[in-house]
């Protein structure tokens, strides 16, 4: 927004000191001079730039989807050789450069045209103040140092015009992307449900509905939960019954719409490995900027993926690529564990935490997790029965609310592990 706000502020204040140096002259001459200023340089490149508006919007969709498409056949090269489908990849990279080309060109003919026009206006003005200059000068009531400043300051007055061309014409590309910001702008409506931490339970929600967004299904319905410290509970049920939500309302990223939602520190360990490109030090770090080299062994080979590391040619500065690409999909989960074990919360809340594992990889992740999890709480959303066997009571979860809890013992707890995905 700069673009447009700053060379519009700078133009503005041009005007005013052009029209009080003409006008200290003569005022025909400072109302004819701003009057075909204001139409070259405001007037006509706004016309310029609401017509040239779809243009500049499509360029930077274009771009957009020119990057990613590039993104994507760096990032998944492999994949799309083995599918045969790198040419097709570059094919869509050709056409949405074409795209770029295309806007890129609509707009500097727009462009152009309205530089013609600020030029012709800049002569016009210049030449009419040097005939009113003469004039005045010829009269005898204009001296040549004014006269001289009468020339410079036409001209000086022009500059800040030609930044706000090039803004009015980016209007397009300026105004997708306030609606795409300011719903994120705005204020967000206070949080109804949120209280201090617990001291005396580790979660405890009542009558919790949650929605991701204002017009959106509720994915949370009048929920009621409340777990001891130490306990280790398994939320189970189908895709979308609501335990992603859930869990993202105890870790503070998503407000109840209506009741109130109490935890303990907590640190939620997602579904997706989330990993960047950078050092494996630097992604461990990232849950604790403060680990010394040996805490961040210790915590590796807890996860059992210290004798990986100790592979590589760098070690613990060895580079991963975005995703954890360059790790197998069990290495990016050990590596993701081993930053969860970093944190010293005492409560933990684990997606899914062994999806798309090998059976024999996700028994030993399981088993080091348990481990770790000693004395801290769990809650594990999952709809696989290697999961929820660490569990002492099941929560099960459906459309948004809790329809069945059943405890370790119970014959109903051995109903619905036995109805879970198996390995």
Known sequence: YLRIAVPLVASLAALLVLALTLGWVSGALALAVVAVTVLAGVVFPLLAGRRSA???????????????????????????????????????????????????????????????????????????????????????????????????????????????????????RTAL????????????????????????AAIRLSGVSARHHSGAPACLRAVHLAVEPGARVAVVGSSGAGKSTLLAVLAGELAPEEGMAQA??????????????????????????????????????????????????????????????????????????????????????????????DPATARDVLARLSLQAEGRTLLIATHIRREAELADRLIVMSNGRIVARHRRGEEGFAAVLSALRPD
């Open 264 to 357: 303990l520190p907590s640190t939620l360990l997602p579904q997706a490995t989330e990993l960047f490109q950078d050092s494996i030090a630097d992604n461990l770090r990232l849950a604790d900027p403060d680990a010394d080299e040996a805490r961040l062994w210790q915590v590796l080979e807890a996860a059992g993926l210290a004798a990986t590391v100790r592979a590589l040619p760098q070690g613990l500065g060895s580079a991963i690529g975005e995703g954890g690409l360059g790790l197998s999909g069990g290495q990016a989960r050990r590596l993701a564990m081993a930053r969860l074990f970093l944190r010293t919360t005492p409560l933990w809340l684990l997606d899914e935490p062994t999806d798309g594992l």
């Open 177 to 200: 992307a306030l609606r795409r910001i300011a719903p994120r702008l705005a204020a967000a409506p206070e949080a109804k449900g949120v209280a201090a931490p617990l001291t005396d």
């Open 54 to 172: 779809p243009a500049a919007r499509r360029r930077a969709l274009a771009i957009e989807a020119l990057r990613a498409r590039v993104i994507d056949l760096v990032a998944g090269q492999t994949e799309l050789a083995m599918a045969g489908r790198l040419m097709p990849q570059r094919v869509a990279i050709s056409r949405a450069d074409a795209r770029v080309a295309r806007a890129d060109d609509a707009l500097n003919r727009a462009d152009v045209a309205a530089g013609a026009v600020l030029a012709t206006g800049g002569a016009l003005t210049l030449a009419g103040t040097l005939m009113a200059v003469a004039f005045l000068m010829e009269r005898g009531t204009l001296g040549a140092p004014v006269a001289v400043l009468c020339l410079l300051v036409p001209l000086a007055a022009l500059e800040p015009f030609a930044a706000l061309r090039r803004g009015m014409l980016e209007w397009g």
